[in-house]
Every structure is written in structure tokens, then in C-alpha cells.
């Protein structure tokens, strides 16, 4: 069917008049789902997502991604954090409300120090969340672990499996990654509550809002289908990639001010430069199934390949 037949059936799925739709347009930015956007005659909009045919390539921790972005929003909303709203969630589609606002763009100085503050707030409210277990909620790796260490060890294993699979390019062999990142696995005995991570917080994903005479505000945090139960710690690779966290001042103050601890001692250390290592395997990996093209894919090696050397080298 086409994107307008589906979507009416969608809407009637979730008790909205299918007749309503007066727009439906894709949105740019998604990777991995469809996203479309839908307007209903009385001016209300919705954001609907469809995943990929059950043959398409990915990866292996990307199977059921909507059950996961859905079980997000609704974590969201139990903190008041500001996110879309679940209206209808199936096997093949998710529909949901749309937040204001724009993806983060250029601030000045001023409007920068504000939001990465409040950005702060919201995470550690986030983060505030416990779940039932650890690990991908979507059940792609199997069912949520016990003990953080299984579960994150897992996906791990998981994305470096996913790279011999597609005989993905990486700046040192897949076997070699996995026995330089065993010396940290230590430190993630340390983590024993599962909390909310929703781990892509770079700025396509939080959403500013502007209104005339007003300071801008944060209007959203969308995308959450890459969230799972485990280390808040995890968060702040996103939150600063390709880059140090640590540097980020404002962000860490609004964070610690909402009454969330950000520690950085020798095991904090270990296992922030695991989970830089997992993100930046997914990005070197990622794009063979996304088939990438080649100057896209240049400048992906080009900036992510050091970051993964210099979190691996961490564990030396």
C-alpha cells in the first residue's frame, strides 16, 4: 500500500478519523525506520514510523527498535521529561505526537550555557527511571539480563559479530577489539540498578524550541529507539561525541544539580570508554548495511577510527 493508504489505517487503528489526513510527507533524518509526518484537518500532527521489511539488511541489536523507542516515551513521561507521546504502537508501526521545536542547531554563547543546562536536568530525571532488568527491552539479543555485565557484554559480542558478518572495515581486527576490551569488563560489575539510557542524545535528536519574545527551551527528545536498561554513564558518549564530556561544564552542572552524581574515577573511566568503543563500532559497522557511500564513508572512518583506537587504548 501506499503511504497515505497506510497511514489512514494507522489512524484508524488508533481511533483518529483515517478521513482527517490531509498531509503526509517523509521526514529526513532517519537512518534505520520510515518517518513520516501527518496532518489531520484540524491542524494536529503526528510523527509515524514503520521499520524496515523483516529481510532488509541491518544489525543484529536493531530488530524490534519500535517496541524500544515506544518503551522510551513512556519512561519519559513518568519523569515529565518532555519526549513524543505513544498514541499507537504495533509489530509494524508506531505513531506518536510530535514535539516543537527543530533539531539543535547553531546558539549563541549565552543560549548555549542555558540549554546544555537544562539538558542536564532532563537527563538525570531520565536517568532516575529503573527498569525491570538490563539490556535491549526490544528482546533483539534476547531477553533482559540480571547483572549489567551479561547484558552489555552481550551487546558487544553482538556488534563485533556483526562486523565479521559483513566484513566490516575496522582500524584494528574484530578479534583483537574483543580481547582489548575484555581488560575493562571488570569495572561493569560496578553498575547493579538498571536505569533508563537512552543513548543517541547528539543534537539531531533534542529539539529546541523558539517562540517570539521567549528564550529558546528544549522541546524534545525523539529517537529514543536505541534506549536499554543499564548505566546512565553510557548517555554521555552522545551527549559528547567524538568529543570528552568532561569538558562540557554546563551540561554536568544542570546534571548534578537535578541531584544525579557525574564521578569520573578509574572504573567510571573503564567503562565510559567501553561504551565509546560499542558506539563507535556501531558507526563503523552500520555502514555497510546502510550501503554508505563512499565520500560519506570516508568521513565517517576519517572521524570515528581515531575515537575507537583511543577508547580501546584506554584499557592498555
Request: with cysteine; hydrophobic share 40%.
Amino acid at each position: 500500500m501506499d503511504s497515505w493508504e497506510r497511514a489512514r489505517r494507522v489512524l484508524d487503528t488508533a481511533g483518529l478519523p483515517p478521513d482527517g489526513l490531509v498531509d503526509c510527507r517523509a521526514l529526513s533524518g532517519g537512518t534505520y525506520n520510515t518517518v513520516e509526518e501527518l496532518r489531520l484537518t484540524d491542524g494536529t500532527r503526528y510523527v509515524l514510523k514503520i521499520p524496515p521489511s523483516a529481510d532488509a539488511d541491518g544489525m543484529t541489536h536493531e530488530r524490534n527498535l519500535l517496541r524500544s523507542e515506544a518503551e522510551f516515551y513512556r519512561a519519559a513521561a513518568t519523569v515529565g521529561v518532555p519526549a513524543p507521546e505513544v498514541v499507537t504502537a504495533g509489530e509494524h508501526h508506531l505513531l506518536m505526537t510530535r514535539c516543537p521545536g527543530t533539531p539543535w542547531g547553531d546558539l549563541d554563547p549565552g543560549e548555549q550555557v542555558v540549554l546544555r543546562g537544562e539538558l542536564g536536568h532532563l537527563v538525570a530525571r531520565l536517568h532516575s527511571v529503573t527498569g525491570p532488568g538490563f539490556g535491549y527491552p526490544s528482546g533483539a539479543l534476547g531477553p533482559l539480563a540480571p547483572d549489567w555485565r551479561t547484558a552489555f557484554t552481550t551487546m558487544y559480542d553482538a556488534v563485533l559479530d556483526d562486523a565479521r558478518r559483513y566484513d566490516a572495515w575496522l582500524p584494528r581486527p574484530a578479534d583483537e577489539v574483543a580481547r582489548t576490551a575484555k581488560a575493562a569488563y571488570d569495572a561493569l560489575d560496578q553498575v547493579t540498578v538498571p536505569r533508563l539510557v537512552h543513548f543517541d542524545l547528539w543534537r539531531g535528536n533534542i529539539l529546541v524550541e523558539r517562540s517570539d519574545g521567549t528564550a529558546p527551551r528544549i522541546g524534545g527528545l525523539i529517537d529514543g529507539e536505541r534506549m536499554f536498561w543499564g548505566d546512565p554513564l553510557a548517555d554521555f558518549v552522545s551527549l559528547a561525541l567524538l568529543a570528552d564530556i568532561k569538558q562540557d561544564v554546563d551540561f554536568l552542572t544542570g546534571y548534578q544539580e537535578a541531584g544525579d552524581r557525574a564521578e569520573f574515577d578509574f572504573s567510571a573511566r573503564q567503562r565510559l570508554a567501553l561504551y565509546r568503543s560499542y558506539l563507535y563500532l556501531i558507526m563503523l559497522v552500520e555502514t555497510v548495511p546502510r550501503a554508505t557511500g563512499a565520500e560519506q564513508l570516508a568521513r565517517v572512518r576519517e572521524a570515528v577510527a581515531p575515537e575507537l583506537l583511543a577508547a580501546l587504548d584506554e584499557f592498555r
